[in-house]
Structure formats: C-alpha cells, structure tokens
C-alpha cells in the first residue's frame, strides 16, 4: 500500500442535517402508495402485497340527507322498507418506522456516495414523504456499539431531530475501527418490541450479518406490520476492478488497494453474493418487498423508477 494522505473532500462520505432537509424537494415527486408492481433489476420483479390506507366499514344506519346514495344497502333496504345505508370512515393512519443501518460495513462506497449516506438520504426521502401525506414517523437508527429510538410523532420539528441523531451516527462512523456481529439481530429484537402493530416499516441496510434468526426476526416483524427492504449496495461490491490499484478513503485519509490480488477480489465478490442471496430468500415472502438502491446513483430517481414512476 502506498503511503496514507490526508483528504479534504468530504462530499459523499459523510451526510448533514441541510443535505437531508434538502431532499424535502425530491420527496414530493414520490407516490406515497406501495401497493403494485415493483421492478427491481437485482432481485426481479414482484408485486407489492403492502397496503395502502383504505375504508373501514363503520355502521349501518338508516339514510340521512346528504349521505352518499351509491353506498345504499339495497338488500336491508328492501327488507326494512326503509333505505339505510352503509357508512365507512378512512382507515386511521399508521406510525412510519425509519430503520437505518449506520454500521462500519456501510461506511462503503466506490462513485457518488457512501452505503452509509444514501441509507440517510433514503430515509430522509421516506420521512419527509410521510409527513406530507400526515402520518407519524419515528425511526430506529444503530450503529456497531448502540441504537437510538425516535417514537412516531407527526411534525416537522420532530423529524429534524430524526435527522440530527441520524447525521451524529453517520459522522461517527469515521471513528468506528471495528465492526461489531449480531448487531443486525440485536436491533430487529429491539424493533419487535417497538412495532407491535400496524406499522409501516422501512428497513434501510446493506444486510451485513444477515442470518437464518434474521429472516425469522423478520417473518415475526410482518405478522403484524408492513416491512419494506431498502437493500443498499455498492457496485464494486459486485465485481472489483482486476489488474489496478484503487484509492479507498474514509473522508478523511487515503491509501491505496491492489485489485491484482486475486483473494481480495474474491472475498469482495463473495461477501457480495451472500447478501444477494439472502435478499432471494427474503424476497420469497411476498409480504416484504425489496427494493436495491446503488450508491453510484441519485437515490430519488432510484426509487421512484422501483416504483414505476419517473421524475
């Protein structure tokens, strides 16, 4: 390795509260409904099975003037000789959880921007969206040595201070020497418990550490609530470079790597196609949706072409 400089540059490596309140412009141009096909290039394409709000049937009553004639009950009306009519209110909203993984193996990334950063613009995206559309939204951040919990709450001074902790953890992992395993399972532990019931959560990680007790963590987790995958991932996680040498910063230093080694290309490779094979295999319960975000592109152009739209 050559000898380690410093560097000044920190755009991409490391996220702030402006970069996240900034991307209130791009949320605005995202559906909010998750309910249809999503087209996902890692994975494949599948169908959402996550709801969106809808009616809950309220009572039956007997017609009042001004009540929609189109939601009549012709079959009691008939019986009672007297028009009633059936009476639906709008399904109550559902707490919005941001799980963010802030960990070492995220502090990764090879063109526009770290693992750990586009996991942060992700979430800051999918928090502005939902306090557009008035629901609450907490979120749960961890890193490798602890976690924060933010309980749901609608408003906009609650939500910057989701991002004020998610942008601590996010600098912090310049400081984060070693990785710590099982964190992944400890935190999902943590979420059963915080998301009882009927919440809509956003699991935003790279999958790093991801175990059989994860997957059934998970399957525990959409028995009662809504779990969407963010997968995040790099592509030289897929194939790195052969025959060259590549500077690998932390924002703050430099060194070089020598992708001629052939054992580290194949070790890169292969931690790669376990976490794709382990987003398969979650992808088989149609009751978690996954959708894979690179790092090398803008991440609101990403989702919204998952989702089948375009800005």
């Known amino acids: 390795m050559a000898a380690v400089k410093e560097v000044s540059d920190s755009a991409g490596v490391t996220v702030t509260v402006a970069d996240l309140v900034n991307l209130q412009y791009e949320a605005r141009k995202l559906p909010f409904s998750h309910s249809h096909s999503i087209n996902n290039p890692l994975v494949g394409r599948h169908r959402s099975s996550v709801r969106g709000r809808g009616l809950n049937f309220e009572e039956l009553r007997q017609y009042r003037v001004g009540d929609d004639i189109r939601q009549m009950d012709w079959k009691v009306t008939n019986r009672t000789r007297k028009p009633h009519v059936r009476i639906y209110a709008e399904e109550r909203e559902r707490p919005v959880l941001l799980v963010v993984d802030q960990r070492l193996s995220m502090f990764f990334g090879s063109r526009r921007a770290m693992k ?133 910063s932390d924002g703050e230093y430099q060194v070089e790597v020598d992708t001629a080694d052939s054992q580290l290309r194949q070790e890169f490779e292969q931690q790669f196609r376990e976490r794709l094979e382990t987003a398969r295999q979650l992808i088989r319960n149609p009751h978690i949706p996954i959708l894979s975000i690179s790092t090398d592109r803008p991440v609101a152009a990403q989702w919204l072409a998952l989702m089948g739209g375009r800005l």
């Open 116 to 248: 750990s950063v586009a996991a942060a613009e992700v979430a800051a995206l999918l928090g502005w969206q939902t306090l557009f559309h008035q629901d609450r939204v907490g979120a749960l951040i961890f890193g490798d040595d602890d976690m924060v919990e933010l309980k749901p709450r609608r408003s906009q001074t609650h939500l910057l201070q989701v991002f004020h902790r998610l942008s601590d953890y996010n600098q912090k992992l310049r400081e984060v020497e070693q990785g710590r395993a099982g964190q992944l399972n400890e935190m999902l532990t943590r979420l059963l418990n915080l998301a009882r019931h009927d919440s809509l959560i956003y699991l935003i990680t790279d999958l790093d550490g991801a175990d059989d007790t994860s997957k059934n963590l998970l399957s525990q987790l959409q028995n009662h609530n809504d779990v969407i995958l963010g997968w995040i991932y790099d592509p030289m996680e897929q194939h790195l470079p052969e025959g060259g040498k590549l500077a690998v």
